[in-house]
């Protein structure tokens, strides 16, 4: 176990992994979050009594949505570092299995697979939170306005995070991700369902 969580953390240390590990993230958190905002609206708009309803439902969608991130991201990464390992095999006429590249290939894998499933959980979890106060202290109305708060405020910081390590404006950038929930949560009104 610890030897694993070290080969994780090497993984992690190269740029190539890091990149790759951010893309699935953000990609995958982007999706989780506007779909936080479809189940949100969705069900205040189809009657829905109860906010813990809705949080179960979107817990169903976290699931689904980190299942599909790590098992597919673990099953396109597999297929790449492998033609990459007989690539290099083929390069160098010689087996490369059971060596340190074959293992960093795996380490690359399991990190990418893993952030790949922790992204849209987050992207989901965190806007329906609002949903855990309807009754207390929120209405269904104040619930589903929350989320839809929160998941433009992640998708906020995604864009901010991006123009960060690509050197823009973070403001515009943090605006141009958070203005999709905006535009999500109107589709979802707007659009016959």
């Not at 893309?23 to 479809?38: E, W």
């Not at 340190?100 to 990190?111: E, L, P, T």
């Not at 864009?159 to 690509?166: K, N, R, T, V």
Request: hydrophobic fraction near 50%.
């Amino acid at each position: 176990m610890i030897s694993r969580l070290k080969r994780l953390l090497r993984a992690l240390e190269r740029d190539d992994v890091r990149s790759i590990s951010r893309r699935y993230f953000i990609s995958n958190g982007f999706d989780g979050a506007l779909t936080s905002v479809g189940v949100a609206v969705g069900s205040y708009l189809s009657g829905v009594p109860d906010g813990l309803t809705v949080f179960k439902i979107g817990m169903g969608a976290a699931i689904g949505l980190g299942t599909s991130g790590v098992w597919s991201v673990w099953e396109i990464e597999r297929a790449e570092k492998r033609a990459e390992l007989k690539r290099i095999e083929h390069a160098m006429l010689t087996d490369l299995n059971e060596t340190r590249i074959q293992r960093q290939k795996a380490g690359a894998r399991q990190v990418n697979a893993l952030m790949s499933g922790i992204g849209p959980v987050i992207g989901v979890v965190f806007p329906m939170a609002p949903f855990l106060f309807e009754e207390s202290l929120l209405s269904m109305r104040g619930a589903t306005l929350g989320s839809i708060g929160v998941a433009v405020a992640i998708l906020f910081v995604f864009g901010a995070y991006l123009a960060d390590i690509s050197e823009q404006n973070w403001i515009v950038a943090g605006a141009r991700m958070g203005l999709a929930g905006i535009v999500v949560a109107l589709l979802n009104i707007i659009l016959p369902g």
